[in-house]
């Protein structure tokens, strides 16, 4: 072997070697050689993190994950675990323990932008997105590549999600519509290819002379893998030369989100998504997943839905209804044209495995699981006691930049983050509803017709004929005067709101700090709310185009918002945008805070044209897609810290300056000039873990405990073990003709009889053999623990003879996930009927 191809081959073993070294030396609870070591006491009796340190590396082989916990060398993975093989290896160990959730899903994103080069793009046709829908055979991804640890999932709508339960009836209508259909797939696809001037030969299509090729982006980390060799096969076998792109999480994402669509580097890419908290309203995502309102990327720019659609999902995204009822026509509605647009291609709703080591204990999400959970951070710890040292295995780390603008969006980045920063609220991992983290209450009040629920009693809720904005509220952001515009300038005859909510936050909020030891003050929550104006202003060096289609919905329900006191911090926020339930209007209400000291760095970075915030606005202005951790964009934000600490600049000073005390901007520059000298990094948070150091070449970061976080140890650990019915249902597997039926649905926790009084409904829905609906209805409690459904002879008389089913659907308040069970059977001629059809065979 020659040396130019040896070299590599050493430098990446002394990379492995160093960082098992790292793994080794910190694998086991009790392990010493500079690791934290595990001491005996209560949570109660320490403030913040339970565990000393947490190492994050990189380990693309969910294959090995069960080896390393049973070998101490690990104790955690961040991805949910979906094949059978290693899910058996995981219960067969008796060194692991895992967590279920059901909020990941596999999808085909698919590319609708004509390429600049003239190939032909047959995705860029409605119709031939709607096909794929046909082309897909979900129920065999499910059932034979996931193993049956997988849902079939058809709509932009999870089925593990309260709205599915809400919808039922719709959803199956559409489920059945859109089911596989390789022949009508193949008939639409061949038409519209026709119509776009394409031709057949030799069984290959062909345009102005070559071949079509599609490219398929094909994930390699996980099942995906399998899923895009199926999806490119069967395009195969519709006459498409296919070239399959096999690559990782970081090496995908240059591909499809990083770039313009335009270029043409792809056409189908194998996406997965998870949902970090269990979403009790869906109306938001048709906007996110089908319109340029989603997300700043060059791939969601290139969106371009029907305007009827747009504007739905724009009254969904604002929840511009006056009732359930119209929202629920809404959704209804928006559904049918989803399938239309059909960016993308659902496939399954997964359930997903999250092993762990069996002596650590972590709060688990039931739709987000580990990577998803906004609790890990706060209830992570080993049984024998506090302190110590947590190994975490990640597929993908450091996946994108990290700003805390338009950063890395990947699950395992964000993940981390999460423990970074300190939130006002945080979500209940089993409801979906939030809790307050740094606030002691809030005040929801709304408009009479608007359609909003309260749950828990740290929020209250009231009705209001109207709601008048105050004249002093903020309410926009003069960009080229650079001052705050009132409700009383912008709307001189008054304005008023759909909400009004208002946040008290703890009495000491104001007295907390950040990592780098800089005290919070209020233009932490001022600064990035200018930030969201400036980015939509042309005028602005900070100008993005990204960022416009967002901001123009969030200016369209936002009335303002205002400071009432400072002890304690109280603040009102107005908007016409509404939420079914309160405690999440809360969560959707509170201003963000970021550290402004940092966040000006990268405004001046962005302001002359060093780095931009977005991977949209950094492609099309060539520069680096700003990253506070790590590569070149470290050295340029240097420079602005080392010019900003000469001058004692602050941003926008007029505006700010009243809010913070004179000597703040020197105190805080200097402050993360040593904490960037000492971490080589510009991420300053308030978590309960703080960042200590980022190692991109080794694929290692490492998070410490924050000592000075504020609460106690054992603030989260009530959420344990979620109360999920665990139902059975029984009836007869062959019904008469004439026959009555009476079906008993047994729902038990661990063992005992489930409390009727915390059931929400047990409701049913009958098919017969076609799939088509026969009828809907409701259980009826019989004893605790014990329910009927029964259908009377009329309802059984219309399904005919053949096989049926009977879905029944159980919604408790203890978890927002529906319970779903299935009882098949089949309906035959009743005795007489046999014997009067043997007697007249012509009947």
């Known amino acids: 072997m020659a040396l130019r191809t040896l070299l590599p081959v050493i430098v990446a073993a002394l990379l492995v070697a160093a960082v098992a070294v790292i793994l080794w030396m910190g694998g086991r609870s009790d392990t010493v050689d500079g690791a934290p070591a595990v001491q005996p006491g209560q949570p109660a009796d320490r403030q913040g993190a339970l565990v000393d340190e947490v190492i994050f590396t990189q ?46 899903v596999t999808e085909l994103t698919l590319n609708p932008a004509a390429f600049e080069d003239g190939r032909l793009n047959p995705f860029q046709v ?29 709509l932009p709508l999870s089925t593990a999600f309260p709205d599915y339960a809400r919808l039922a009836e719709t959803a199956r209508e559409l489920e059945i ?62 006459g498409f030369r296919v070239r399959r792109l096999y690559r990782t999480a970081d090496e995908a994402s240059r591909i499809w989100i990083a770039t313009d669509p335009s270029a043409g580097g792809w056409h189908v890419y194998t996406g997965g998504w998870i949902s970090t908290v269990i979403n009790r309203d869906a109306g938001g995502d048709l906007s996110y997943y089908y319109t340029p309102r989603g997300r700043p990327d060059p791939l969601w720019q290139a969106y371009d839905p029907d305007p009827a659609f747009a504007a739905l999902a724009e009254r969904l995204d604002r929840r511009d209804y006056r009732s359930l009822e119209e929202r629920e026509a809404l959704m209804i509605e928006g559904l049918r044209g989803a399938m239309k647009e059909s960016y993308r291609i659902w496939l399954v709703d997964q359930e997903s495995a999250w092993p762990h080591a069996r002596n650590l204990d972590i709060a688990v999400d039931l739709a987000g699981g580990v990577s998803g959970s906004a609790l890990w951070p706060y209830t992570l710890r080993f049984h024998e006691g506090l302190g110590g040292r947590v190994v975490v295995g990640t597929p993908s780390l450091l996946t994108e930049p990290w700003n805390p603008v338009a950063g890395s969006n990947w699950i395992f980045d964000q993940m981390i983050l999460r423990s970074l920063n300190d939130a006002a609220v945080l979500p209940d991992p089993f409801t979906g509803l939030y809790w307050p983290q740094r606030l002691t209450g809030a005040e929801v009040t709304v408009a009479e017709d608007a359609p909003v629920q309260r749950t828990l009693d740290w929020v209250t809720l009231e009705t209001a004929a109207s709601i008048p904005v105050p004249e002093d509220a903020w309410i926009d952001w003069d960009a080229g005067g650079g001052r705050i515009v009132t409700v009383g300038e912008k709307h001189p005859e008054g304005v008023t709101a759909r909400s009004r909510t208002v946040l008290r936050y703890e009495d000491d909020y104001l007295e907390r700090r950040w990592h780098d030891g800089s005290q919070v ?100 202005t060539g520069v680096e897609w700003m990253n506070l951790v790590s590569g070149p964009s470290l050295e340029i934000l240097r420079g602005y810290l080392t010019a ?143 329910w009927h459904i029964r259908l009377p002879v009329e309802t059984l008389a219309r399904l005919g003879t053949g096989a049926n089913s009977l879905e029944v659907a159980i919604t408790t308040d203890n978890v927002a996930l529906p319970v779903f069970v299935t009882h098949a059977f089949a309906t035959v001629p009743s005795r007489r009927e046999a014997v009067r059809r043997e007697e007249n065979p012509d009947e």
């Open 126 to 154: 409605p119709a031939v997105r709607e096909a794929m829908n046909w082309l897909v055979d979900r129920r065999y991804i499910a059932e034979e590549l996931f193993g049956g640890l997988a849902r079939p999932r058809y």
């Open 644 to 786: 900003a600490l000469a001058s004692g600049r602050v941003p926008h000073a007029p505006v700010l300056g009243p809010w913070m005390t004179a000597d703040e901007p020197e105190r805080r520059y200097a402050a993360l000039q040593e904490w960037h000298r000492q971490r080589g990094h510009f991420w300053v948070g308030d978590g309960p873990f703080r960042l200590h150091s980022v190692r991109p070449v080794e694929g290692v970061v490492v998070l410490r405990r924050y000592e000075d976080f504020p609460d106690r140890g054992d603030k989260w650990l009530r959420f344990t073990e979620p109360r999920i019915p665990e139902p059975d249902l029984t009836g007869p597997l062959v019904v008469e003709h004439g026959e009555a039926v009476t079906l008993e649905l047994t729902l038990t926790f661990t063992g005992e009889p489930y409390p009727n009084a915390e059931i929400d409904g047990v409701r049913y829905l009958l098919f017969d053999g076609d799939d088509r609906l026969a009828a809907r209805g409701d259980g009826e409690p019989v004893d605790e623990g014990r």
């Open 521 to 620: 003050s209020l233009a932490d929550m001022i600064l990035p709310w200018i930030l969201v104006f400036e980015r939509a202003n042309e005028q602005s060096p900070l100008f993005d185009p990204g960022h416009l289609p967002p901001f123009e919905v969030y200016q369209r329900h936002f009335r303002g918002w205002r400071i009432v006191d400072t002890a304690p911090l109280t603040v009102e926020v107005y908007s016409d945008q509404i939420f079914p339930d309160a405690e999440v209007l809360v969560a959707n209400r509170t201003p963000g805070m970021q550290p402004w000291h940092v966040l000006a760095l990268g405004m001046d970075a962005e302001r002359f044209g060093e780095l931009a915030f977005s991977s949209g606005k950094a492609d099309r």
């Open 177 to 238: 519509q859109y089911r596989h259909d390789p022949v009508r797939a193949e008939a639409v696809i061949s038409r519209e290819m026709e119509r776009l001037g394409a031709e057949r030969v030799d069984d290959r299509w062909h345009y102005r002379g070559a071949p079509v090729e599609l490219i398929v982006l094909i994930r390699t980390e996980d099942l995906r893998e399998r899923v895009g060799d199926d999806v490119a096969n069967r395009l195969e076998d519709l």
């Open 59 to 104: 380990e693309t082989d969910p294959g090995r994950i069960t080896a390393l916990i049973e070998r101490g060398s690990h104790h955690l993975f961040t991805q949910g675990i979906n094949s059978p093989a290693i899910f058996r290896q995981i219960q067969a160990s008796p060194h692991v323990d895992y967590h279920l959730s059901r909020g990941t």
